[in-house]
């Protein structure tokens, strides 16, 4: 099997960025479970273009390509939609 990989920058990306959030002050009240953590990213990652590359130098290039002001600000203002979503209508009591 050869080294070659899928990788999904926009979800590494996402990811990282609902987990620190979540740990944030902003968040304290926000349920911290799985289920629902799992649902913002799931909700974030339904919104914004996919961008899927096969090394880890491709990744790179992608991941510094995305790391713009304006993008980041695009991934924020979705997360926090998808906090407001998960918060207002948990899959869980």
């Not at 990306?13 to 799985?34: A, N, P, R």
């Amino acid at each position: 099997m050869s080294g070659i990989k899928l990788i999904n920058v926009t979800e590494e990306i996402v990811k990282g960025l609902v987990s620190f959030l979540l740990h944030g002050v902003e968040y304290q009240t926000f349920c911290h479970c799985e289920q629902c953590e799992m649902d913002v990213n799931a909700i974030v990652l339904n919104v914004l273009p996919a961008r899927y590359v096969t090394s880890d130098e491709t990744r790179d290039a992608v991941f510094k390509q995305m790391s713009t002001p304006e993008y980041l600000e695009e991934i924020n203002k979705q997360i926090i939609r998808a906090l407001h979503i998960v918060k207002q209508y948990p899959k869980h009591p």
